[in-house]
C-alpha cells in the first residue's frame, strides 16, 4: 500500500481567518479544595468575571475555591477545564466542562498554572503555596487574593496582592495585555 502526501492544499478565507483570530485568554484559579465561605464568595465572583472577560477558566476541577470558581463561570456564561490529580474523571465538580484525569497527583500543579496565561490565587494551603511558586518560577502573572503573602516577593515583578476579584482581573488585563478585549 503507497500513501501519498498532497502539499498543494490552499488554505480557505476561512481557515485563514480562524488562524488568525485572537486567541481566548486562559486564566488559572487556585486555592484550597476546602476554603471559607468568604473565599468561597471570592472565587466565585473571580469565576463570573473571568467569564465575562471571555476568558477559559482553568482550575484543578475538585472542591472548594476550584468549585467556587468554576461555578461562577459557568454561571456567567463561560467555559472551565479542570485538571485532576486521579485517574477519574468522574471525581471532578459538577461545574467542570472539560476534565483532564493526569494520575499526578500533585505534581498535577504545575499543569494547573502552566494551562494559564495568568493565575488568581484565593486562600489556600501548602498545595496553592506550591502553585504561586511554580507559576512564578514559569513566569506567569499571579494575583494573590488573600492567603498566602510572601515576604520576599513584596514588590517583585509579576507577583501582585489583591484586595477585591475585580481588582485580581483588572491586574491581570494590565498583566496580559487585554486592554483590547472587550468584555461579554
Known amino acids: 500500500m503507497t500513501f501519498m502526501l498532497d502539499f498543494s492544499h490552499q ?12 486567541r481566548r485568554p486562559y486564566i488559572s484559579v487556585i486555592g484550597g479544595g476546602r476554603c471559607t465561605a468568604p473565599q468561597y464568595a471570592m472565587a466565585e465572583r473571580v469565576g463570573r468575571l473571568i467569564a465575562e472577560l471571555g476568558a477559559v477558566l482553568v482550575c484543578g ?4 475555591v476550584m468549585e467556587a470558581a468554576a461555578r461562577g463561570a459557568k454561571e456567567g456564561g463561560g467555559t ?14 459538577p461545574y467542570i466542562d472539560t476534565t483532564v ?9 504545575l499543569i494547573v498554572v502552566s494551562s494559564g496565561d495568568a493565575v488568581v490565587s484565593v486562600g489556600g494551603g501548602y498545595g496553592t503555596l506550591s502553585e504561586i511558586g511554580l507559576a512564578r518560577k514559569i513566569e506567569r502573572p499571579v494575583m494573590v487574593l ?35 478585549i472587550e468584555p461579554l
Open 80 to 93: 472551565t477545564l479542570g485538571i485532576l490529580p486521579g485517574y477519574d474523571r468522574s471525581a471532578a465538580n
Open 146 to 180: 488573600g492567603g498566602w503573602r510572601l515576604a520576599r516577593d513584596e514588590g517583585t515583578p509579576g507577583l501582585w496582592y489583591v484586595e477585591t476579584p475585580e481588582e485580581a482581573i483588572a491586574q491581570i488585563r494590565e498583566a496580559l495585555g487585554l486592554f483590547d
Open 61 to 64: 476541577g475538585l472542591g472548594g
Open 11 to 22: 488554505p480557505s478565507e476561512e481557515e485563514v481567518s480562524w488562524a488568525a483570530a485572537p
Open 101 to 109: 484525569a493526569t494520575g499526578l497527583g500533585h505534581g498535577r500543579n
